[in-house]
């Protein structure tokens, strides 16, 4: 089964607009990332929150991590028509073995133009 | 520096053949992975190596071989391939969490595995 939960399965925005998706998990975690798929590619990484983390920015990603509630945001502001990708969160459990992640099953965005 | 590339990019197997896939990074990185997509859906994990001559099973490791016989190489194997094996494999790899930059994984391109 996959630690993390994605929400919404599908998201379409048009150019400008910002779009965000959610990420629950289940289990104590070390850190939270989020990588981008495009049609066909391999995943790419995005940015890496740590546990004792809160809030961190790059660029115009900005990512929210809630332990308490197990849970962790991805906001993409002003967004373009090559932000239109899957994006999907990934934890790493304290201590995995191997730098192990679980990956969501993932949030799809289309940015219209 | 072309990052984790995969042999072959395309392949369609019948049922109960067999094949090898090869996943190569030049990265110098000590942990490598393979995964499987399948439509709709994250990576689930197969098999993992934290080493040259080192490997684990992932979370859905049944039907499947690795070896890592050489640090910049990571074989995953299907010994009789089945049409529930189709999906797309990824290979990945990192560094030892020397870091907290090391913890991201590198993908390849993936390779689309077809099993009638």
């Known amino acids: 089964s996959q630690q993390g939960e994605e929400d919404p399965q599908a998201l379409s925005i048009q150019e400008g607009e910002n779009a965000t998706m959610n990420c629950s998990y289940k289990t104590s975690i070390n850190n939270l990332q989020w990588y981008r798929q495009n049609s066909g590619r391999g995943l790419v990484h995005l940015i890496l929150?740590?546990?004792?983390?809160r809030e961190k920015h790059s660029g115009r990603l900005r990512v929210t991590l809630d332990t308490s509630k197990k849970s962790s945001s991805l906001l993409i502001t002003a967004s373009r028509a090559a932000d239109t990708a899957s994006y999907f969160c990934a934890t790493g459990a304290i201590k995995a073995a191997g730098n192990k992640l679980t990956f969501g099953g993932g949030t799809r965005v289309l940015v219209k133009p | 520096n072309a990052g984790v590339t995969q042999t072959p990019k395309f392949r369609v197997l019948k049922t109960g053949q067999s094949m090898t896939l090869l996943c190569a990074q030049d990265?110098?990185?000590?942990?490598m992975y393979w995964y499987r997509q399948d439509p709709g859906m994250g990576l689930r994990l197969i098999h993992y190596?934290?080493?040259?001559?080192?490997?684990a099973k992932g979370e859905v490791p049944d039907g499947y071989n690795v070896s890592r016989l050489k640090k910049q190489n990571f074989l995953l194997g299907l010994e009789s391939a089945a049409p529930s094996q189709t999906s797309v494999y990824f290979c990945?790899?990192?560094?030892?969490?020397?870091?907290?930059?090391?913890?991201?994984?590198?993908f390849g391109p993936g390779t689309r595995l077809t099993v009638t």
């Open positions: 929150i740590r546990s004792n983390e």
């Open positions: 190596s934290v080493g040259e001559g080192t490997t």
């Open positions: 990265m110098n990185h000590e942990y």
């Open positions: 990945a790899s990192s560094s030892p969490p020397l870091d907290w930059d090391s913890y991201e994984q590198y």
